[in-house]
């Protein structure tokens, strides 16, 4: 997400440099008549409130009908198994993602526990598409004798956003395969 966060930067900085222009153009008359620092710097700060307003909705919103962007859009919801090698069981699972151009965050819910990311990012991993983050997972408190609330990480390959796989693993010496498709009846 860091070359997210570099591009979205100087795309901001072209647009200020752009809107200060423009605005500076429509005032000539009067920065050429009766030149003021005092206008000059309201030029810029409209400029600059214009630029935030803009670069937010973009970066909240609007960056996912961007056809040149390249981070994947993902689902909000999904649904599918995990494959614990420590028990050998398949169990079960959803994960809701919430997703920024620059941030995004997963909530990962079995019948047993919930798991919440601590850190999440979208990178390009030898030419992959990964979703990795780093969770806290919390155990309902009817299986805490056989499962201790324990930390780990998750990597989902997302350059298809219909089907997320991936590996696990915890600090609990666990690992596993998760595999998810979007969950279309909470679409």
Known sequence: MREQFIKLTKNALWLGTVLIIIRCFFSKDS???????????????EAVGLTVVI????????????????????????????RSTHDGLER???LEIKQTLLTISTVLQTHESKSKSITASIESILGEKQL??????????SVRDRSDIHYGTAMLCVENVNNLSGQYYTDRKTTGDIE???DESKT
């Open 180 to 182: 998810f498709t979007p």
């Open 92 to 94: 079960e699972a959803t």
């Open 55 to 82: 670069i937010t909705l973009y970066e909240r919103l609007f960056w996912r009908y961007n056809p040149f962007e390249s981070t994947p859009v993902l689902k909000k919801r999904y649904k599918g198994v995990l």
């Open 132 to 141: 990795t983050y780093c969770f806290l997972n919390t155990p309902n408190a």
């Open 31 to 45: 920065l050429i008549n009766d030149f003021s620092f005092y206008d000059v710097f309201g030029y810029i700060g």
